[in-house]
Structures are given as C-alpha cells and as structure tokens.
Nanobody
C-alpha cells in the first residue's frame, strides 16, 4: 500500500497550491479519503475528506470555503485545492484512506493508510 503526496511548496499569503495524492496497492474506490495537516508543535488535525464516490465532501471549519477536496477514481488520486492561503495553513499535509462505514471521519485513528506528507509553507 502506498499513498504518495505531492504538490507542496512555498507560497505567499493569499496564494494557492494544489496537492495530489496517488494511491496504489489497494482498491481505491473502496476507500474514503482525507487530508490532515500537522503544524510544528501541534497535533495532527483534520482538514477535509471525500466519500468513496466523490459525491460527498466535508471540511474543517478552518478551511471551509478556501479548500476543495476531490478525487479521480480512474486515476486512483485524491486532490486538495487550497486557495486564500494564510501563514496559519503552514504544516505538513498528509493524505489518508479509510474503508470503514460512515462518513465523514474526522479522527486520525479512524484511517487505515497514510501517506508520507508534503510540506506547505505560507509566508506573510
């Protein structure tokens, strides 16, 4: 099983970044997908998740209206489009997958597989 996140980088406040996470080694369409983030000295926090089909999404209040999660089940890839970035969005961003029933899942312990993370840094 592998989740390969990419797309992180350095951006100025107000800018945008698009993250991708390519999955392999499991049946992607059987798993709901999420993005979490962890800032230095802080706990990992939920950002967004998308249902198995992609028709349902859910966001943390801190990113709602600025971030958009989506998935392409033909490409086994989940995306996170991030607009209106602020320095508070600086963190390592992780993609994750879960197969259990119920949507959304906001707790990290509910996820089965994790990617390695990609750094997002927003300068003021």
């Amino acid at each position: 099983v592998q989740l390969q996140a990419s797309g992180g980088g350095l951006v100025q406040a107000g800018g945008s970044l698009s993250l991708s996470c390519a999955a392999s080694g499991f049946t992607f369409g059987d798993y709901a997908m999420g993005w979490f983030r962890q800032a230095p000295g802080k706990e990992r926090e939920f950002a967004a998740c998308v249902s198995w089909s992609g028709r349902a999404t859910y966001y943390a209040d801190s990113v709602k209206g600025r971030f958009t999660i989506s998935r392409d089940n033909d490409k086994d890839t989940v995306y996170l489009q991030m607009n209106g970035l602020t320095p508070e969005d600086t963190a390592v961003y992780y993609c994750a997958a879960y197969s259990s029933s119920g949507f959304p899942h906001q707790t990290a312990s509910g996820y089965d597989y994790w990617g390695q993370g990609t750094q997002v840094t927003v300068s003021s």
